[in-house]
Nanobody
């Protein structure tokens, strides 16, 4: 089992920044990738980005490229989502998730094995 503890959400004005953290504990040695997803009211869950835990390479959805950055701290087994130039349309519940297997893509929620509880991000205009 892997437990994920998220933090860092909140309310911010458009153009502002937030950093989310996702600390993993438990049996983390099999972590292949960690993804960040978001879900706005009335919308499907969508991938924000993901990081390959071994190589550190990151993948981003087109909607956040150039604004969001995913990083990791191997020693702390923690991933970060730095969100800059936030827009009202970024408002959503953000969740991190761990995947223990290889897949050719990152964007399928069903490919992730463990999920955090989610944290609300609200961007006011």
């Amino acid at each position: 089992q892997v437990q994920l503890d998220e933090s860092g959400g909140g309310l911010v004005q458009a153009g502002g920044s937030l950093r989310l953290s996702c600390a993993a504990s438990g049996r983390t040695s099999r972590t292949y990738a960690m993804g960040w997803f978001r879900q706005a009211p009335g919308k499907d869950r969508e991938l924000v980005g993901a990081i390959n835990w071994r190589s550190g390479s990151a993948y981003y959805a087109d909607s956040v490229k150039g604004r969001f950055t995913i990083s990791r701290d191997n020693a702390k087994v923690t991933a970060y989502l730095q969100m800059n130039s936030l827009k009202p349309e970024d408002t959503a519940v953000y969740s991190c998730a761990v995947r223990q297997s290889y897949y050719s893509d990152y964007d399928q929620p069903g490919h992730y094995d463990y999920w955090g509880q989610g944290t609300q991000v609200t961007v006011s205009s």
